[in-house]
């Protein structure tokens, strides 16, 4: 799923990825980032602009999505470029320059790509929450679990309230050096969750929200 663009962030309506409408094809020129498995996958779902934003009533209109065939759009238009990371999460930065998508892969009506994508990325942020609940209970669960078994001074460090207190919190503070060795698959859990802050939407965002629907106060974005 092409989305996020480097510019616009989770600011999404004002992405700057261009599709025009020339004869039974659509002329996407534009950037996208953090977009997963490419190399790995036949078919991008592309979110574009095919009105520009300011001949629209709402920000939101004036958007539509492409089926593209990645495989075709590697020779035709579209340059992949992985982005090195710390989790080591296979995604990239793609380029378009005069890609040709033909106007049959135009899903639902032109304009209302935003209203659609909408679709799919409540799904996301529904599997995404799931994830990082179970997170919560892997972390806590071989927190809990080493602090029974690691003795230190003849007694599990689980019985000092300096490792009971914050274990929900902690679980590389809770095992120590070995938190940091591979072989406890803590350190790699951690940099794991630690992306959730920031995608697929940053907490400032989440908190925003909360303030705005649950707190009434006014909207700061």
Request: hydrophobic share 40%.
């Amino acid at each position: 799923m092409a989305v996020t663009e480097p510019t616009t962030g989770s600011d999404t309506t004002r992405l700057k990825t261009t599709a025009v409408r020339k004869g039974d094809r659509y002329v996407v020129n534009g950037q996208k980032v953090w977009i997963s498995r490419v190399q790995h996958s036949d078919l991008m779902v592309l979110l574009a602009r095919t009105t520009p934003l300011a001949d629209v009533v709402k920000k939101s209109e004036g958007m539509s999505i492409f089926i593209v065939d990645v495989k075709s759009a590697m020779g035709g238009g579209m340059i992949v470029r992985p982005i090195p990371n710390m989790v080591n999460h296979e995604t990239n930065e793609l380029f378009f320059d005069n890609l040709e998508v033909p106007a049959e892969n135009l899903i639902g009506e032109e304009g209302r790509g935003f209203e659609y994508i909408l679709d799919g990325l409540n799904a996301e942020r529904t599997l995404i929450a799931a994830e990082c609940i179970g997170d919560g209970y892997w972390f806590i669960e071989r927190a809990a679990k080493y602090a029974n078994e690691r003795i230190v001074f003849d007694r599990p460090i689980g019985r000092n309230q300096g490792v009971q207190f914050p274990i929900a919190d902690v679980c590389v503070q809770t095992h120590g050096g070995f938190g940091f060795a591979c072989e406890y698959d803590v350190e790699r859990k951690f940099r794991e969750t630690r992306l959730y802050q920031v995608a697929p939407i940053s907490t400032n965002l989440i908190f925003g929200y909360v303030a705005e629907h649950v707190l009434g106060l006014p909207r700061s974005f």
